[in-house]
């Protein structure tokens, strides 16, 4: 079988079985197997495929499996990430997130990042990249994320890893304070998560439940990592798109200024970003 007749049957596939956005889902899955990016489809439909392969991936998704975690990878920001179950799964408003800290930490010269909460390692490993210079602590508790971390950081010699529950105390000898500190922590409400789409109840809910109000993890970041800032240094946060003015107050009853809430590509507020007086 042809890429092209793959792609087709996956497109009647996953349509038949009300699969939502069954064209990309079938092109990502037929690339993959052809071990091509989307982009090359056309140049390479005439190739010859393993179909038994290809229908085993369709079913995973058919199964309700998120499609990154059938593939494996996933793009975010201009490197690809190994990604599977136990880790969350990157999105294009961190991209916007991850910009931001690149083009502060481009100003700093040898700049410090603790990248809080980081699963996959998106953020720190791309900031890291982006700016040779830095140096970039990721710091991560879950077993699950951690193994994904490890591999998407290897061979980057200005990132370090940390096994660690940012809700305690951590220490760590040579650990200096930070010019930045970033995190897309848990921030969905509790009784929030059994709402969400089937899909993203798959991604761990240990990087989704914010607790009861969904703020749990900020407290701990104003109130704890405020200390491992120096001073005129910065913090981003994503957030929820409801809770710009709940973390902004959260900031503005610590030693934090100059707080900001940033919108992302659909307009709405997804990023916090304060300073260190």
Not at 64 to 87: A, C, N, R, T
Not at 203 to 231: C, Q, S, T
Request: proline residues 3%.
């Amino acid at each position: 079988m042809t890429l092209a007749e793959a792609f087709n049957y996956g497109v009647y596939f996953l349509s038949c079985n009300g699969v939502d956005e069954a064209e990309f889902k079938s092109l990502c899955l037929a690339c993959h197997c052809d071990g091509i990016k989307n982009s090359e489809y056309e140049t390479h439909k005439n190739d010859d495929i393993i179909m038994k392969k290809f229908a085993d991936l369709l079913w995973r998704v058919k199964a309700g499996e998120p499609l990154q975690y059938v593939i494996g990878k996933w793009d975010f920001y201009e490197s690809e990430f190994f990604v599977g179950k136990g880790v969350l799964i990157p999105r294009p408003e961190t991209e916007e997130l991850t910009e931001l800290v690149i083009k502060e930490a481009k100003q700093i010269e040898n700049p410090v990042v603790f990248d809080l909460c980081s699963g996959s390692g998106c953020i720190g490993i791309s900031i890291a990249k982006a700016v040779p210079n830095s140096t970039v602590y990721c710091i991560e508790k879950s077993e699950d994320a951690y193994f994904y971390l490890e591999k998407n950081a290897k061979g980057i010699e200005n990132v370090n890893l940390i096994k660690a529950d940012i809700c305690k105390p951590i220490e760590i000898e040579g650990l200096s304070k930070a010019d930045i500190i970033v995190s897309n922590p848990p921030y969905i409400k509790t009784n929030d998560i059994e709402d969400l789409q089937s899909e993203v109840q798959q991604e761990p809910h240990m990087a989704l439940d914010g607790g009861a109000d969904g703020l749990d993890f900020y407290r701990v970041i104003v109130n704890e990592w405020n200390n491992y800032i120096k001073d005129g240094g910065s913090l981003f946060l994503e957030i929820g798109e409801d809770q710009g003015e709940d973390v902004s107050k959260l900031l503005n009853n610590s030693n934090m200024i100059n707080i900001e809430v940033i919108k992302d590509l659909y307009n709405n507020d997804r990023i916090v970003k304060a300073n260190k007086s």
